[in-house]
């Protein structure tokens, strides 16, 4: 299974993204509105800094909170294609139930698109919901560090502005 699991997230590298770096992007924007059923993930997130990810990051998500960053929401949403059942339920198996898996409606708007992003692309908002990274590949590889490193700055400064759901400054951030 693991073995089949790196094949496929290394064909899923092999079908590319945008070569965007970290910084380049609509910075500071709200997210365009994207559902999932009845569901609005961005709207129910707000107040939080949220990390949207076009793949899977549960690593991300416990090596963060190891070092402090426990208010976070982690979402995927899974792919719209052909292939996206078969693969929607293996993520399902493999994330925890600390990150919220989205499977795409055929029948709504394809969420990858409205978004602009593409396979292992990470968009990180602020907890007013402003776009302060969007993350591409080859940037986007969960071990170089650039995501953890977004979603910390995002987490402990104010890099959009003044925001209503800002609080004491909760960045105490417990380093390895």
């Known amino acids: 299974m693991r073995a089949c699991l790196g094949l496929l997230l290394a064909l899923c590298m092999l079908h590319g993204g945008g070569a965007e770096s970290e910084g380049d992007g609509p910075r500071c924007q709200l997210p365009p509105v994207w559902k999932i059923g009845d569901l609005e993930p961005m709207k129910e997130a707000m107040g939080h800094v949220t990390v949207v990810a076009l793949l899977e990051m549960d690593s991300l998500r416990q090596r963060l909170e190891n070092q402090g960053l426990r208010d976070v929401v982690?979402?995927?949403?899974?792919?719209?294609g052909a292939h996206a059942p078969g693969l929607h339920a293996m993520l399902a198996q493999k994330l925890t139930e600390h990150i919220s898996l989205?499977?795409?409606?055929?029948?709504?708007p394809d969420v990858w698109q409205t978004l602009g992003g593409n396979n292992n692309d990470f968009f990180i908002y602020d907890r007013c919901g402003r776009l302060t990274h969007r993350?591409?590949?080859?940037?986007?590889i969960i071990?170089?560090?650039?995501?953890?490193?977004?979603v910390k700055d995002t987490y402990c400064n104010s890099l959009c502005?003044?925001?209503?759901h800002e609080g004491e400054s909760r960045?105490?951030?417990a380093l390895p």
């Open 74 to 80: 982690y979402m995927v949403v899974s792919h719209q």
């Open 161 to 164: 502005g003044e925001c209503t």
């Open 135 to 140: 993350i591409s590949l080859p940037y986007s």
């Open 102 to 108: 989205y499977k795409q409606d055929e029948a709504l």
């Open 143 to 150: 071990g170089h560090g650039h995501v953890e490193r977004a």
């Open 171 to 173: 960045c105490k951030l």
